[in-house]
């Protein structure tokens, strides 16, 4: 199997800064794109950022220019580095996994929509 382990959520005030790290952890083949995901209290779960394996960023209108999309496809890690934080940006960030193909045991598995079980950021005003 496969997880997505999330880290780096937590408190900040507004105007702060916060990274989130996620890496892919498991007997991974392929993998085309991981990004990052969140979910607002009473809204549905928007895209926040991706990034393909090529390096290829794409971006929230809401949260470019503030919020950068980084990876080490070595490590199978994504990060997101969040700046000029706003209390709109508060959420449970999610980690995902597209184009994921791994050895589940004995057997070749694909996948897409891989999730990480979610980190919290707050941000105060």
């Known amino acids: 199997q496969v997880q997505l382990v999330e880290s780096g959520g937590g408190l900040a005030q507004a105007g702060g800064s916060l990274r989130l790290s996620c890496t892919a952890i498991?007997?991974?083949?392929?993998?085309?794109?991981m990004g990052w995901y969140r979910q607002a209290p009473g809204k549905q779960r928007e895209m926040v950022a991706t990034i393909t394996t090529s390096g290829n960023p794409a971006y929230a209108d809401s949260v470019n220019g503030r919020f950068t999309i980084s990876s080490d496809n070595a490590k199978k890690t994504v990060y997101l580095q969040m700046n000029a934080l706003k209390p709109e940006d508060t959420a449970v960030y999610y980690c995902?996994?597209?184009?994921?193909?791994?050895?589940?045991?004995?057997?070749?598995?694909?996948?897409?929509?891989?999730w990480g079980q979610g980190t919290q950021v707050t941000v105060s005003s």
């Open positions: 498991g007997r991974i083949v392929t993998l085309s794109a």
């Open positions: 995902n996994a597209d184009g994921l193909t791994y050895y589940n045991g004995d057997h070749l598995v694909a996948v897409r929509d891989h």
